[in-house]
């Protein structure tokens, strides 16, 4: 396939140095560096999230939602169904 991009003159003829002293054709190089950096960036490892479950004992039933409730906003003005309404 042929297409064309642009890039700065300068690494243009480092590239093209680059390619005559391994005595193969710009395309070469250009294509080989390519399938580097696409292959590095295949290759890496796919994100996994770590398995945050949480192992306690559960729900107690010795407490009822309205106990738990008041203990989850202990010290946070209280349970909403219990603070003072305006």
């Known amino acids: 396939m042929k297409t064309t991009v642009e890039i700065a003159d300068s690494l243009f003829e480092e590239a093209k140095a680059c390619?005559?002293?391994?005595?193969?054709?710009?395309?070469?190089?250009?294509?080989?560096?390519?399938?580097?950096v696409v292959g590095r960036e295949t290759s890496r490892k796919p994100f996994k999230l770590r398995d945050g479950s949480f192992r306690g004992q559960g729900l107690q039933a010795s407490l009822s939602w309205k106990d738990i409730t008041e203990i989850?906003?202990?010290?946070?003005?209280g349970a909403p169904e219990t603070r003072d309404r305006r």
């Open 19 to 36: 390619a005559q002293v391994r005595r193969v054709p710009l395309r070469n190089l250009i294509e080989e560096g390519l399938r580097t």
């Open 72 to 77: 989850v906003y202990e010290g946070r003005g």
